[in-house]
């Protein structure tokens, strides 16, 4: 295989269901031969810096009682991330694990942030004020969990599927398929929307 090239400023996300494949194909695409500068591979909220992992850590092992708290911590992790992520999507593009779709599908949907008083245009607000300047170029959403997960609920899938009607022009809903046919499905989809060079 030719070494592929992901444009200079492309932003490739990686959305989805808990447990459908995202960090999987994630890696998959690293190990894939990139011309030097190779793309960035990113996940959210772990991030780049100390902070975004200490927090991450902190998510995953400890119990958070407020579903406010968790959201605001994903936000910080989001916000802390934003100037490495800027410098790595000018030199060689990014391909992110995880967008503000996350935030709201579990966040806003999944956690009824709504139900504790928080008004939609602050939290939507956070979100606009963070990710405003990078836009993505395509988001592919994956909806097949391979596992059962009890935060897959109805309403975050719906989140999602609101979300790509929403983004239909940069949104490619991944089919079901073995992690082969995966990879070939996302790299020959980036081809053929102009992103590989």
């Not at 606009?128 to 993505?136: E, L, S, V």
Request: with cysteine.
């Amino acid at each position: 295989m030719a070494h592929l090239r992901l444009r200079a400023g492309a932003l490739i996300v990686l959305e989805g269901l808990d447990g459908s494949g995202k960090s999987t194909q994630r890696q998959r695409l690293s190990d894939l031969p990139w011309a030097e500068p190779g793309p960035g591979f990113l996940h959210l909220p772990s991030g780049l810096t100390s902070v975004t992992r200490g927090i991450y850590q902190l998510t995953e092992s400890c119990p958070i009682q407020s579903p406010l708290a968790r959201q605001l911590l994903h936000l910080a992790c989001q916000a802390e991330l934003m100037p490495e992520l800027v410098k790595l999507r000018e030199r060689a593009g990014v391909i992110l694990d995880r967008w503000w779709w996350s935030t709201l599908a579990y966040g806003w949907y999944g956690g009824h942030l709504a139900d504790a008083g928080i008004q939609q245009s602050v939290f939507f607000g956070m979100i606009d004020t963070i990710w405003r300047r990078q836009p993505a170029d395509v988001i592919f959403l994956f909806l097949t969990p391979f596992t059962a997960d009890p935060l897959n609920r109805h309403d975050v899938r719906q989140a999602y599927e609101d979300l790509a009607e929403r983004y239909a022009p940069a949104t490619v809903v991944v089919p079901p398929g073995s992690e082969e046919d995966t990879t070939a499905f996302i790299v020959d989809s980036l081809r053929d929307r102009g992103q590989l060079t």
